[in-house]
């Protein structure tokens, strides 16, 4: 069955960096595209960044462009979210998904499988 | 942006009765409309994609409506398991994939 694990939160300073991984299984990663979605404590949803079946194209949220990188490695069925010049307000728990369409579809959708999440915490 | 909003925010009904949630868009998203159920603790999960498409694993008490700028979740004959926060999202104008702030349905 389709699975997806993020690993890399932690407690990091203001100003650090941080790397966050998800690895996935059960299928043809190479053809959907992955979101990065984050939750603050106690708040709700925040779209963070999206990453193409190929990796070729990449869109992030107003809040982290310039600051965070997205990337995968497809012959090792992962995503990654570099994220640099953390702040307090970068606190949150970190969710990779997959996007319900493949690359081939030409579009990007909602996430239809979810990780259950990795907190990174950005404190002095 | 199109910016997204839920109402209510805090919806209490008790199991056995109907359900009904509302997001609203501040312009139109056609039907590229997502409904997410997450529960305390847990990953959020697709319920419903397309405005009206359910997803797998969610029983037909679960039903989505509407296109433009007013979109329904409806639940009907609430059981224990569907308490939870609901957000809406869209997916016709990106980035961003705006979400909603949420509705929290409680006993």
């Known amino acids: 069955q389709v699975q997806l694990a993020e690993s890399g939160g932690g407690v990091v300073q203001p100003g650090r960096s941080l790397r966050l991984s998800c690895a996935t299984s059960?299928?043809?990663?190479?053809?959907?595209?992955m979101h990065w979605v984050r939750q603050a404590p106690g708040k709700g949803l925040e779209w963070v960044a999206i990453?193409?079946?190929?990796?070729?194209?990449?869109h992030y949220a107003d809040s982290v462009k310039g600051r965070f990188t997205t990337s995968r490695d497809n012959s090792g069925n992962t995503v990654y979210l570099q994220m640099n010049s953390l702040r307090a307000e970068d606190t949150a728990v970190y969710y990779c998904?997959?996007?319900?369409?493949?690359?081939?579809?030409?579009?990007?959708?909602?996430?239809?499988?979810w990780g259950q999440g990795t907190l990174v915490t950005v404190s002095s | 942006e199109i910016l997204m909003t839920q109402s209510p925010a805090t919806l209490s009904v008790s199991p056995g009765e109907r359900a009904t949630l509302s997001c609203r868009a501040s312009?139109?998203?056609?039907?590229?409309l997502a409904w997410y159920q997450q529960r305390p603790g847990q990953a959020p999960r697709l319920l419903v994609y397309?405005?009206?498409t359910r997803a797998a694993g969610f029983p037909a008490r679960f039903s989505g409506s509407g296109s433009g700028t007013e979109f329904t979740l409806t639940i009907s004959s609430l059981q224990s398991e569907d308490f939870a926060v609901y957000y809406c999202?869209?997916?016709?104008?990106?980035?961003?994939?705006?979400f909603g702030q949420g509705t929290k349905l409680e006993i």
């Open positions: 998904a997959r996007d319900i369409f493949t690359g081939s579809s030409g579009w990007y959708g909602p996430g239809d499988h």
């Open positions: 059960g299928f043809a990663f190479s053809d959907y595209p």
């Open positions: 990453v193409s079946h190929d990796g070729r194209d990449k």
């Open positions: 312009q139109s998203v056609s039907t590229n």
């Open positions: 397309g405005a009206s």
């Open positions: 999202q869209q997916y016709h104008n990106w980035p961003p994939y705006t």
